[in-house]
Every structure is written in structure tokens, then in C-alpha cells.
């Protein structure tokens, strides 16, 4: 493979990516727009503590993300298997809120920091760090790549290229 090729494949790839960060990050800044207001309406409503009002926020803005990541983000994804999609999504997103309440549960029992302003920025930087779990697992895991264009391509047009099947005779039955 040419030099000059594999710079234009890699900057092909880059900004393959580059693209599909930029549409993680649409959905989950609108996500995390979700999660802090749920999170926040809950608190200013309810009587409910800290960490069990962040849970039912985070709940929210997983159903929001899922929307946004499988017709936004990766519409153009591997679209068979809805049901093991979603189950993995869930468990993934399970994961990314522990991980995002953990941060939380930490800052309020753990240090006392239960202010509103403190839960909101334990709140946030929760949400950052299972961000980039949740990043990692849905593209890896989740939403999987369809195989790649030119690798179809080549393997249809090396089928076509092939030597016809030479005839083979007709074996008896033997019985």
C-alpha cells in the first residue's frame, strides 16, 4: 500500500471519528442538559435524597440518549439484534451510573459536600467520567460498525473476478 494511500485512509478514519465524537457529544451535552434539570427538578420537588433523585435523572436521560444515540448518532449502524442492542445498552448504562452516582455518594457521605451547588458539580463531573466509559462501551459493544464499504467492494469483485466453476459430472447414486 502506497504511502499516499495510507495518510488519505487514516485521515479518512480520523475524521470518520472526529464526526462520530461530535454526534456523542450533541447527544450527550443534551443528555446531560436532561439528567441536571430531571436531577435538580426531583431535589427542588421532592423529598427525595441526593443520590436517589440522581438515579431517577439519570434514568431519564438514558431513555433520551438511547434515542438520540441509535437515530442520531449511529443511525447508520448494524441495525439487527434491537433486542441485544438495547439489553447491552442498559447494562452498559447500568454501569456508566454507578460509576456516575458513585462520584456523587462519595462527595455527600463521604465528605459531607451536600450543598446544592456541591451535589451539582459532584453531579457533573459523576457524569464526565461515566461519559467516557458509556463512549467506549456503546461504539465497542452497543452500536456496532457495519463492515466496511471498500472491504465488500473488494470481496464482491474478487468473487466476480473468479474463474467460472468448472462442470463437474454428475456422480451416481449409490444406494
Do not use: C, H
Not at 420537588?45 to 434514568?59: G, H, K, N, Y
Not at 442492542?85 to 456523587?104: R, T
Not at 465497542?140 to 460498525?145: D, G, K, P, Q
Request: proline letters at 3%; charged letters at 20%.
Amino acid at each position: 500500500m502506497s504511502e499516499r494511500r495510507m495518510l488519505g485512509e487514516l485521515s479518512t478514519r480520523v475524521g470518520q471519528l472526529a464526526r462520530e465524537i461530535t454526534k456523542f457529544g450533541v447527544v450527550g451535552g443534551a443528555g446531560v442538559f436532561v439528567n441536571l434539570a430531571v436531577f435538580n427538578l426531583v431535589r427542588g420537588l421532592t423529598e427525595l435524597p441526593v443520590v436517589r433523585a440522581s438515579i431517577v435523572a439519570t434514568v431519564v436521560a438514558t431513555g433520551f440518549n438511547y434515542v438520540g444515540y441509535r437515530y442520531f448518532t449511529y443511525r447508520d449502524r448494524d441495525k439487527q439484534g434491537r433486542t441485544k442492542e438495547l439489553s447491552l445498552f442498559l447494562l452498559f448504562s447500568a454501569v456508566g451510573l454507578v460509576i456516575e452516582n458513585g462520584v456523587l455518594y462519595t462527595a455527600t457521605y463521604g465528605f459531607g459536600w451536600d450543598s446544592s451547588l456541591q451535589s451539582n458539580i459532584f453531579k457533573f463531573l459523576g457524569i464526565g467520567i461515566g461519559t467516557l466509559f458509556r463512549f467506549w462501551s456503546y461504539r465497542t459493544w452497543v452500536f456496532r460498525a457495519l463492515p466496511a464499504r471498500e472491504a465488500v467492494e473488494r470481496a464482491e469483485s474478487f468473487l466476480s473476478e473468479a474463474p467460472p466453476a468448472q462442470a463437474t459430472r454428475k456422480q451416481p447414486v449409490r444406494k
